[in-house]
DNA sequence: GATCCGTGGTG
DNA sequence: TCACCAAGGAT
């Protein structure tokens, strides 16, 4: 016997954490140098705000978040309006309704709870983040399948059923690689592993640590995940309404839980609930055409006509009149900033 | 399972 | 350039 054959022999999880040792990204919601363990509100914030959203553009959010609440006790005592104002920009605004729902729930529980199941009940919270929380801010067995262990498992067995139905074979992969100590450091390897080598587009094979493993090494790993062709988007119309009186602007709240819900905005004709917007117009009198502005949604574009009212009546029901001077600190979701600038003909 | 839900970066 | 995509969840 040599001395490399008694050697254990080498398994994804072993070499990958070796990688992570070295190559780990330093990020503002990882346990710093000297901390036992990450703080579970850290975690979790940073969890809810990297869905379908990247590190990028995250960063700026959380350190403003923590900065204003800097534990989930201070959130559960929060407003909804300055919860919804602070994530305006981010997007995807539901999931600013449930973080504020969840900081109250934890509230009431005395603490976040440590178990997959139970952090599943928090609103917002599905499968991938309770599994995420687990194992990363509690040391948990948990296996975490997101978007990018989805591209790396499925490189790594070369997986040639398309998705969705290929999540099935690839979670059992998933939880076939993932070690039963350090499955919270595994996660994160897989994230930073798929983020930054096994990239969607030309992965860099060369640099990358499991290699060695890979079935679709050999091939062409672009393919996988093999994903079925998306639709094409609609194109909406619809009109905004700038109504500017003495210095103010006229701002109304989103109702519920649809598009852009609980958001503050221009009054608009309704495009976001019907095909195209109604062509009605909120108040008599002169209406001056400020332009247009274009928009990409998740499922649609839009094209938003901004209207500018001239004379000097004034709108009925809810709303209220915003200070221009502090239209910043209005949190408009982008959209509406786009139309804010046409209508004030700033670039 | 299919659809809805934002935004900014990128090759 | 522009189609594609990013640490998904709710219904």
């Not at 995420?132 to 498992?153: C, K, L, P, T, Y």
């Not at 992969?173 to 897989?190: N, W």
């Not at 609609?234 to 709240?253: M, Q, S």
Request: hydrophobic share 40%; charged share 25%; aromatic share 8%.
């Amino acid at each position: 016997m040599t001395a490399s054959s008694n050697a254990a022999k080498p398994t994804v999880s072993g070499v990958l954490l070796d990688w992570y040792d070295r190559h780990a990204r330093d990020l503002p919601w990882r346990a710093q140098p000297g901390e036992p363990a990450a703080d579970p509100y850290r975690v979790w914030l940073s969890e809810i705000m990297l869905q379908q959203t990247t590190v990028a553009a995250v960063k700026p959010y959380f350190a403003r978040f923590t900065e204003v609440w800097p534990t989930v006790e201070a959130l559960a005592e929060a407003s909804e309006e300055d919860v919804m104002a602070a994530w305006a920009g981010l997007g995807y605004y539901s999931r600013a309704r449930n973080l504020l729902m969840a900081a109250k729930a934890v509230g009431d529980l005395g603490g976040f709870p440590e178990t997959e199941a139970e952090l599943r009940r928090l609103p917002g919270v599905g499968e991938y983040t309770a599994a995420a929380i687990a194992a990363i801010a509690f040391g948990r067995r948990a296996v975490v399948v997101d978007a990018n262990v989805e591209r790396v498992v499925s490189r790594l067995f070369a997986i040639e059923e398309p998705l969705p139905k290929a999540r099935r074979a690839i979670r059992a992969h998933a939880d076939a690689i993932t070690p039963d100590r350090r499955a919270g450091d595994f996660a994160q390897a897989m994230m930073d592993l798929g983020s930054q080598v096994c990239t969607t587009r030309a992965p860099q094979c060369l640099l990358c640590p499991l290699a060695r493993f890979c079935e679709a090494r050999t091939q062409e790993p672009e393919r996988f995940p093999v994903k079925p062709p998306r639709k094409a988007k609609p194109l909406r119309k619809g009109r905004a309404f700038w109504i500017e009186r003495e210095g103010t602007v006229w701002l109304v709240r989103r109702e519920g839980s649809g598009m852009l819900g609980g958001m503050r905005s221009l009054p608009d004709d309704g495009w976001s609930a019907r095909s195209d917007g109604s062509g009605e117009l909120p108040l008599a009198g002169e209406w001056e055409n400020a332009g247009s502005v274009f928009h990409v949604f998740t499922h649609f574009a839009l094209e938003l006509t901004v209207l500018r009212h001239g004379g000097a009546e004034h709108p009925t029901g809810e709303g209220e009149w915003w200070p221009l001077d502090d239209l910043g600190k209005a949190g408009l979701p982008t959209l509406f900033a786009k139309a804010a600038r046409r209508a004030r003909q700033i670039t």
